[in-house]
């Protein structure tokens, strides 16, 4: 299977799918997206938390102007059934536009999208709020902290600075809790 062959796919990733790639590519390519911006809007029920008390993890909101820093991957559509059962709590795949960073050349892709009308959506709240619930969650992928901060590490090997996500991890940060060492025994 070639890398221009018929099947093969980019999708674009903004989350874990920066960080954490359990899944084969042809090519992995620096990228952005046009029009959106990364929040932790959306709630994890699998991944990051419980169903009882989920976590909260990244969506996209759209914002005209807007640029979306992450990593685009060409894939074999055959490694969709996993990705799409990895991002099944309420992720759709939606068509998209990504610029490759390399040569600013813009492909079709797919992007894994969690829309304000999916069930395990969130939706914004105060930036403290959002930062405590996430010092407080964990689920069988590991605490929500660590999501957060193998996005950041992440994100700042790309040398993307987001925002959002830089000011959430320093409120996390500056709560302590059971992964900081200087928050004593
Ligand atoms: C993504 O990484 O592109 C989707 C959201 C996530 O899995 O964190």
């Keep these: 299977m070639s890398e221009t062959g018929p099947d093969a796919t980019w ?8 960080y954490k790639v359990d899944f084969p590519y042809l090519r992995r390519e620096v990228a952005s997206i046009e029009g959106w ?4 809007w959306q709630g994890s029920h699998d991944h990051r938390g ?6 909260r993890v990244v969506t996209l909101t ?19 059934v996993h990705l799409d059962h990895r991002e099944k709590n309420g992720y759709v795949r939606a068509p998209v ?10 492909v ?17 709240a105060p ?6 619930h996430i010092a407080g969650s964990t689920g069988p992928s590991g605490s929500n902290r660590d999501y957060l901060c ?17 000011e959430l991890n320093a409120m996390v940060a500056a709560l302590g809790g059971p992964d900081d060492p200087s928050a004593g025994a």
């Design 127 to 132: 930036m403290s709020d959002m930062a405590r």
């Design 50 to 55: 419980t169903p009882e008390q989920p976590g």
């Design 11 to 18: 999708v674009f990733g903004y989350g874990s799918l920066i």
């Design 37 to 40: 911006e990364r929040r932790f």
């Design 62 to 80: 759209a914002s005209p102007g807007a640029l979306c820093r992450g990593v685009a991957y060409r894939v074999e559509e055959s490694v969709f």
């Design 97 to 106: 536009q990504i610029t490759l960073a390399g040569s600013d050349e813009v």
């Design 150 to 166: 193998q996005l950041v590490s992440a994100l700042e090997g790309l040398e993307a600075y987001d925002e959002h996500v830089f």
């Design 108 to 124: 079709a892709g797919v992007v894994y999208y969690a829309a304000p009308d999916n069930p395990a959506f969130l939706g914004a």
